[in-house]
């Protein structure tokens, strides 16, 4: 996980429950309350924001809305898409 307001600071989370638009973490730092944070897992990517954390024995646990969820396939047919536009091309246009 990576705190996106310093995005040098990352560290270890555990998915300990995931439901609709959230998330539960665990982890052994807490995270500020409104933080921004990303989460990649392969090739998926989470984008959201800390809604509570409070201190459970020896860890600490936050809840996350998640905002954003994207996949590498989304993100490469962005960038074509983006490309294509550069170059004058539709952006509907199929590539091989």
Partial sequence: MRLLQD???SFEVLISEASGPG???ITARPIPV????EIEEGELT???EVCHCCAVADSYTADVRVE???TLTE?????ARQLRLEQGAPAEAQTD
């Fill in 75 to 79: 993100d490469l047919l962005r960038l």
């Fill in 23 to 25: 998330l539960r973490l």
């Fill in 7 to 9: 995005p040098r600071e």
């Fill in 34 to 37: 409104g933080s921004a944070i």
């Fill in 68 to 70: 954003h969820r994207l």
């Fill in 46 to 48: 989470l984008l959201g």
